[in-house]
Each structure stands twice: as C-alpha cells, then as structure tokens.
C-alpha cells in the first residue's frame, strides 16, 4: 500500500515512486482481480482463464480511421463518432460513410471496411470472432489462425468461415441480395441454407438468396484502391521491426515502430519510450476514462499510439522518462481496460 503524498513537502519524483510501487504491486503476470464497478476506484485486468464470470482476454482495438465512422456501442441506442484506440468487442456496431474507411486489430486478425459498410460484432471471445456484415465490403486478413480459433463473418446470403491463413474480401449489396466472395489466399467454408461449399485461394463466387443459397463461381475481380491500401496496411505489421520485443497478438505494435523508440535498459531489457511526446509526459494523463463492458473503466489514450502500452505490459520510470516495458511473447496475450490504480483522494 502506498502512503498518501504531501505535495507540499515530498518532490514530485517520490510521487512518481510511490505510483510506481503501487504499480509494482498491482501488476503482478497473470493476477485475476474482480470485475470494475461505477463506484471502485481500481481499474483491474481480467483473468486469463475464460469462466462465466470472467471478461474475454480478447478485445478489437480501432486502428483506423477516415472520413466519418459511426460507432454504435452494446446497449447503447445512439449512433457516435467512431475515435481511435475504443475497444470493441460483442454488440457492438460500426459504419463508415461515402468516402470512410475504418480498421479493426484483433490479435493476429485485421478486419477493414470500405465506405458505406455496416459491421456488426456478434462474437469476440477467447476463441470466437464472429461478425454480421449487413451490407458494403469488409477484408479480413488472418496473419495466423490460432489452435482452436473460429473466425466467422455471416452475411444476408450465407455465412463465410475461414480455415486458415490467408487474405480474404467479402461485399455484399445495400439490400442483401447477393454477397461477393474473393479469395486471395487462404481457404473459406460458405454454409447457409442447404449449401456447403469450399473457395480455394485464387477463387471467388457469387452468393445469391438465402433459402436456398446459390454460388455461383465467378472470375477474381481485379484489385480496387481498397483492395491496394489493405495490402500496404497488412505489409506494415507484417515488417514492423517492434515484432522482435512485442506478441503479434497484441493490437497497436506497428505503431510503436513509428512514434518511438527502443532501449535496452540493464534493470528491464528492452524497453519502449515515445518520440515528441509533451515537455513532463507521463502516463494515464492525457486521455479519458469510458465505462466499457464487460471490463469496467477504461483508459482511452489520446495519442494515436496510445492503446497496448495502456493494456498491455507496464510503465516504467527510467531515470527522468517513462517508458514501456512489453509483458513476455504469448499466444494470447490477457487485454486489461486498464493496468493503473488511483491513489489519494477522498
């Protein structure tokens, strides 16, 4: 327990020691703290384990974002502007306008939506993604399918389960009477009203109708301006030079390689500290707080990198910068809402 600081008397570098034992403390690898509550004052971080009464350790983070992105939350019945590093995770909903683009991080899958796209997430737990795409085009890219993972995306005219590694794009008209499927690498399952069928790499097919459903295999339509930038977009995880410090299945890691840079400090190993930050930066400072179940309040960073150093890993003072210091190369990796306590007060 940390005492209370009299900030008439102490430096403020013992402030940043006390925080720092109160972290030391709390964050412990792999601790199993009780679900947040309105009135708690301790942001906690879920088990690992998957039960009943634990939160996924999974979350989708938003990565991207241009134009005008609607964010409809779970439980909530009014529409907002989409903001970088939400997470989302089942119920909720996200479209992108004329001109709009967004992009989803899941781990080792990325999800992408063209303009006038209509995404719902029906399913994200520790071993279920699932989504419902009402209408626009989506592109999922699945880096690796993890043992044991189900990644899914129904659609009005059947649904789309992928079977492995590979780069796939799914479009389906405004009024949900027909759903194009690409398959640019990889393999996928179409099943949905009596039908069962395979799509290889380098196939696509024509979904029609729903009871039953037709497929019709049609010629692989030749690559669009978002078919390109999703491609740029996954080369960009894919050669992040972080991958040799931080799990693939963190979300955010590619943005370490372009707002900081990486240290080795004799008492940690190597550690992340940010480039052009604010003169006295430190952490938990310059963002807000958001109530997001099933977590509890969560830290939203305003800083466009701001996301799996506030959920992943700790922050560490280093002589006079704080910097981070990435938790160990896992399959899955645990998400936290938050990895901070509040100290002092009433």
């Given at each position: 327990k940390c005492s209370t600081v009299d900030h008439e008397v102490k430096p403020r570098r013992a402030f940043f020691a006390c925080i720092l034992v109160c972290l030391a403390t709390l964050l412990v690898a792999e601790l199993s703290l009780a679900q947040n509550n309105p009135s708690s004052g301790l942001a906690t971080a879920p088990a690992p384990e998957s039960t009943a009464d634990n939160p996924p350790a999974r979350v989708a983070r938003i990565s991207y974002l241009?134009?005008?992105?609607?964010?409809?939350?779970?439980?909530?019945?009014?529409?907002?502007?989409?903001?970088?590093?939400?997470?989302?995770?089942?119920g909720d909903r996200i479209y992108t306008d004329k001109g709009a683009r967004a992009?989803?991080?899941?781990?080792?899958?990325?999800?992408?939506?063209?303009?006038?796209?209509?995404?719902?997430?029906?399913?994200?737990?520790?071993?279920?993604?699932?989504?419902?795409?009402?209408?626009?085009?989506?592109?999922?890219?699945?880096?690796?399918?993890?043992p044991g993972d189900t990644v899914e995306v129904d659609t009005p005219n059947g649904a789309l389960t992928f079977l492995e590694q590979g780069?796939?794009?799914?479009?389906?008209?405004?009024?949900?009477?027909?759903?194009?499927?690409?398959?640019?690498?990889?393999?996928?399952?179409?099943?949905?009203?009596?039908?069962?069928?395979?799509?290889?790499s380098g196939q696509a097919a024509?979904?029609?109708?729903?009871?039953?459903?037709?497929?019709?295999?049609?010629?692989?339509?030749?690559?669009?301006?978002?078919?390109?930038?999703?491609?740029?977009?996954?080369?960009?995880?894919?050669?992040?030079?972080?991958?040799?410090?931080?799990?693939?299945?963190?979300p955010?890691?590619?943005?370490?390689?372009?707002?900081?840079?990486?240290e080795v400090v004799a008492e940690y190993g190597p550690i992340w500290f940010p480039v052009g930050v604010a003169v006295g930066w430190v952490p938990y400072r310059f963002g807000r707080w958001v109530w997001v179940g099933p977590w509890g309040w969560t830290w939203v960073e305003d800083e466009p990198w701001g996301f799996c150093q506030f959920h992943y890993g700790r922050w560490v003072l280093v002589g006079a910068a704080w910097g981070w210091l990435p938790p160990p190369i896992v399959v899955l990796p645990v998400y936290a809402?938050?990895?901070?306590?509040?100290?002092?007060?009433?």
């Open positions: 241009r134009g005008n992105v609607s964010f409809l939350r779970a439980g909530v019945d009014q529409w907002s502007q989409a903001a970088l590093n939400f997470p989302v995770t089942a992009e989803l991080e899941i781990g080792p899958y990325s999800v992408r939506l063209a303009e006038s796209s209509d995404l719902r997430v029906t399913n994200l737990s520790n071993q279920v993604i699932q989504f419902g795409l009402g209408q626009g085009t989506l592109r999922v890219t699945v880096h690796k399918l993890l780069s796939y794009r799914v479009e389906t008209d405004a009024v949900g009477t027909s759903t194009v499927v690409v398959v640019n690498s990889g393999s996928l399952e179409i099943t949905g009203g009596g039908v069962t069928q395979t799509l290889q024509k979904l029609t109708g729903q009871d039953p459903v037709e497929v019709e295999s049609i010629p692989v339509p030749s690559p669009d301006s978002f078919d390109k930038w999703c491609e740029e977009r996954d080369r960009r995880l894919s050669s992040s030079k972080s991958l040799q410090y931080v799990s693939p299945g963190i955010g890691y590619a943005d370490l390689d372009e707002y900081g840079r990486w809402p938050a990895l901070v306590a509040f100290v002092g007060g009433p």
